[in-house]
C-alpha cells in the first residue's frame, strides 16, 4: 500500500473516530468508515490516478466529502474538517484533578461491543483504540443471543469470537482483550445465555433490556434474580433510562428521552452487595445511569462500583471521565472502583462471586 493510500486511511478513520465521540448519527460514520475500507481494497496506484483524474466520486462509497477528505491526504494535508472534529469533539469535564487522577488510575472498561453484535467496529480496531487511551485491557462485552435487534451472540457465535479474542491477544500482548458477555436479563429474571458458556467467560455484565415498564414488584424480582447469579459480575444500566439533549460539548439533543424502570432499589441494591455484584456507572451521554439519588443508595448499601462506557465504536471509549466526574461527585474511592484492578485481578474478583 504507498503511503498516501495508508494517509487516506487514517484521516476517513480519524473522521469516523471523532464523529463517533461526539455520538453522530451512525450513518454519517459509517460512510467514513466504508470510504476507508474501500480505499484499503484499491489497487495499488488506483487511488491516485482517480484523484488526478478526478473520478474518485465515480468509485460507489464516495460521495463529495469522502472525496474531499481523501484528496486532501494525498495532497499532504492539512485536512480542515479533520483539524476542526479534532478541536470540537474533545471530551471536556473540567479541571478538576480529583476527575484527573480517576481517570488514571483506570486500567480498563468492562463493558463494550464489536461488529460481533451491534457496534461499529471489529474487536482488534476497539482494543488498540482501548491501548491508545492507556488502558491495560478492555473486556468485550457483546450481546446475548435474545437480543436480536443488537444481533447477538449465539453460543456458537460466541465460541468463534473467543476463538478470535485469543488470537488478537497474541499479537497485542502485554494488553488483553478479557472475555465477556452483556447478557440479557429475560422478564422471569433468567439470563440469556447457558450457564455453561457463562462460566466461561472473565467478566459478565447482566442488563434489562426489554419491558422496561414492567411493574416494579416484577422487576425488582428480575433484577434480583439476575445480580444473585454466581456468573452475573456487574448491573448494567439499571434503569435503562434515556435522558435528552445526549451531548453537553456540541448541544446535540437527538434523544427525546426514555422514562426508566421502577424497582425496589433498596432490594436490588441490597443484592448486588450481598452477592458482590457491581453497579454500573454507564459513562454513555444518553444514558447517564444510575440517576444521582439511585447512585448514592447503592453506596449506601456498599456496593462495588464500574466505570463503564458502554462504547459501540472507538471513539466512544474517551467517555469514561464523564463517569469519573459522577464518581468524585458522589465520593466513591478509586479502591471501590472494579476498573483499577489490573487484569488478573479483575478476573479474580469475577470468579469469586461463584463462592459468595
Avoid at 447477538?152 to 465460541?159: A, D, H, I, K, M
Avoid at 432490594?267 to 459513562?283: D, L, P
Wanted: hydrophobic letters at 40%; glycine letters at 8%; one cysteine or more.
Amino acid at each position: 500500500m504507498a503511503p498516501t493510500d495508508a494517509a487516506a486511511i487514517t484521516a476517513l478513520e480519524r473522521v469516523a473516530y471523532y464523529l463517533d465521540r461526539v455520538l453522530s448519527e451512525s450513518h454519517r460514520v459509517q460512510a467514513y468508515v466504508k470510504a476507508a475500507d474501500l480505499v484499503r481494497s484499491l489497487p495499488a496506484g488506483e487511488l491516485e490516478e482517480r484523484h488526478a483524474a478526478g473520478t474518485l466520486k465515480e468509485l460507489a462509497g464516495i460521495g463529495p466529502k469522502t472525496a474531499t477528505i481523501i484528496g486532501q491526504a494525498l495532497d499532504g494535508g492539512p485536512i480542515p474538517y479533520l483539524d476542526e472534529l479534532e478541536r470540537t469533539t474533545v471530551i471536556d469535564v473540567g479541571d478538576d484533578p480529583a476527575v484527573t487522577d480517576l481517570r488514571a488510575a483506570i486500567k480498563g472498561d468492562c463493558h463494550s461491543h464489536s461488529v460481533w453484535s451491534d457496534g461499529g467496529a471489529p474487536v482488534e480496531t476497539m482494543a488498540r483504540a482501548a491501548m491508545a487511551l492507556g488502558h491495560e485491557w478492555l473486556v468485550m462485552t457483546d450481546h446475548s443471543p435474545r437480543l436480536t435487534v443488537a444481533h447477538g451472540l449465539s453460543p456458537e457465535r460466541l465460541r468463534a469470537q473467543l476463538q478470535e479474542i485469543a488470537e488478537i491477544n497474541e499479537r497485542l500482548a502485554p494488553f488483553r482483550i478479557l472475555t465477556g458477555m452483556e447478557v440479557d436479563i429475560l422478564a422471569d429474571g433468567a439470563l440469556d445465555l447457558p450457564e455453561e458458556m457463562l462460566s466461561e467467560l472473565d467478566v459478565v455484565v447482566a442488563s434489562v433490556h426489554s419491558k422496561l415498564s414492567m411493574p416494579a414488584p416484577e422487576m425488582t424480582r428480575r433484577m434480583v434474580m439476575a445480580v444473585s447469579s454466581p456468573h452475573v459480575d456487574i448491573l448494567g444500566h439499571c434503569t435503562g433510562r434515556k435522558v435528552p439533549g445526549n451531548m453537553r460539548q456540541v448541544g446535540q439533543s437527538d434523544f427525546g428521552g426514555r422514562k426508566g424502570s421502577e424497582f425496589d432499589a433498596d432490594i436490588v441494591f441490597a443484592a448486588c452487595a450481598r452477592f458482590g455484584t457491581a453497579v454500573e456507572i454507564n459513562c454513555r451521554p444518553e444514558r447517564q445511569d444510575p440517576p444521582d439519588d439511585l447512585l448514592d443508595l447503592a453506596l449506601e448499601w456498599g456496593c462495588t462500583i464500574a466505570i463503564d462506557t458502554d462504547a459501540h465504536a472507538p471513539g466512544q471509549l474517551e467517555w469514561q471521565p464523564f463517569g469519573c466526574e459522577k464518581a468524585v461527585r458522589h465520593g466513591i474511592d478509586a479502591d471501590s472502583i472494579v476498573n483499577t484492578k489490573s487484569a488478573d485481578d479483575l478476573v479474580a474478583w469475577a470468579g469469586s462471586h461463584a463462592i459468595a
